[in-house]
């Protein structure tokens, strides 16, 4: 790692505190079953990191017994030495086979009648598997019961994220020399990309960066192009990093040379609205009202038709997860939510302005976590 950051010694027994944890919102949710396939939420809940390919695995967390596994045999040297008790149902290369094993796991659980799933995660592959290793179960959304684990960071987790924020600062500040006219947004991209590792990121990024100039710029998703940057645009850079497993997702808009004023106005309500968003973090606070506060500055301004996407959205293990920073959510803040402020105008088919910012709630307020500047600066001019 780099200088100033801070490795993470994160205790064998977090996972055993975290099961106990799902078995208790289990019980309070009526829920006995929960399966989980690859992805955050089994390496939250088990330290377990497996390939979402097509050899299906699944856990299954009840809230009397361990976790049970359904698993490829080439996988279960990951087992070894865990610090919980785990029970593991492996299956050969014959697809034919692969239910008898999701079987045995289902009936090791129990009564199996409901099951509790993650929508956005499980495939079509592993719900067949697992109904016609039990037919007439019942899957039901599990996605609120895991979100309300997930969304409070502990003290470990925020030295992950705080790290992950310093290596995407110092990776851009890296790139900032190359941008003038004539580079292209792939150029920048690719550039950024290969500094997000140099300085010490997971090799698996939380996402590409998003690098767009001019008329570009006015399309929040954009794709990096081959359009090389002219003299007059604004540049916007979407980008974060993955440190051990948690992400940072950061958003600076540039000038490229000499600018229009209109482009230098907005700049500033947005540097504006993104600091009134950040100032309204309490906990206790509705998520609504962050994005009230942030929109306000932009429709005061006149620029509300050209601010069209939700003002943030919850970070961690994913780039996007709860909680949502939208009009009208009343979901209360609470210390150790982490999130994004990140406001924008864009008109379309000529420019846009976004600033992004990571935040966590605190006993008292927030604390902003990256720290590079807000106003549009000029480069290669």
């Not at 989980?36 to 809940?45: D, H």
């Not at 919980?84 to 659980?109: M, N, T």
């Not at 710029?217 to 051990?244: E, K, T």
């Not at 939208?326 to 379309?348: C, D, H, Q, S, W």
Request: charged share 20%; with cysteine.
């Amino acid at each position: 790692m780099k200088k100033n950051t801070i490795e993470i010694i994160q205790s064998e027994s977090i996972y055993l505190h975290r099961q106990e944890r799902l078995k208790s919102s289990m019980n309070l949710a009526g829920l006995g079953i929960l399966a989980i396939n690859p992805g955050p939420s089994l390496v939250y809940l088990t330290g377990l990191h497996f390939h979402l390919m097509e050899r299906p695995v699944v856990a299954l967390f009840s809230t009397d017994k361990p976790p049970i596994l359904a698993l490829p045999e080439l996988e279960t040297a990951k087992l070894e030495d865990l610090p919980y008790e785990i029970q593991s149902f492996a299956y050969g290369e014959d697809p034919a086979k692969w239910v008898d094993s999701f079987h045995r796991a289902l009936q090791a659980c129990g009564d199996v009648g409901t099951i509790g799933v993650e929508p956005t995660k499980l495939r079509f592959l592993e719900i067949k598997l697992m109904e016609e290793a039990a037919p007439g179960i019942k899957l039901i959304s599990a996605e609120e019961l895991l979100a309300e684990m997930r969304m409070r960071k502990d003290d470990d987790e925020l030295t992950a994220m705080r790290n992950a924020v310093y290596i995407a600062e110092q990776s851009l500040q890296a790139v900032l020399p190359m941008i003038k006219a004539g580079v292209t947004e792939r150029q920048i991209a690719s550039e950024l990309t290969l500094q997000l590792l140099r300085q010490g990121a997971d090799s698996d990024l939380s996402f590409s960066p998003i690098v767009s100039g001019g008329p570009n710029s006015a399309n929040p998703h954009a794709s990096p192009s081959d359009r090389p940057l002219q003299i007059g645009d604004l540049l916007v850079i979407d980008w974060g990093a993955l440190y051990q497993g948690y992400t940072s997702d950061l958003t600076r808009t540039f000038a490229v040379g000499k600018v229009e004023a209109e482009f230098n106005h907005i700049a500033s309500i947005v540097k504006e609205a993104n600091a009134a968003g950040r100032a309204a973090i309490r906990p206790g606070a509705q998520a609504g009202e962050i994005d009230l506060a942030a929109r306000s500055v932009i429709e005061k301004a006149g620029y509300g038709n050209y601010f069209f996407h939700r003002t943030g959205h919850g970070l961690g293990m994913e780039g996007h997860e709860a909680p949502y920073m939208r009009a009208g959510n009343p979901m209360l803040l609470e210390p150790g939510m982490t999130f994004t402020v990140e406001p924008g105008i864009y008109l379309l088919e000529r420019s846009g302005v976004r600033i992004e910012d990571n935040v966590v709630v605190t006993e008292s307020g927030s604390e902003t976590l990256s720290t590079l500047p807000r106003e549009l600066i000029s480069l290669g001019g």
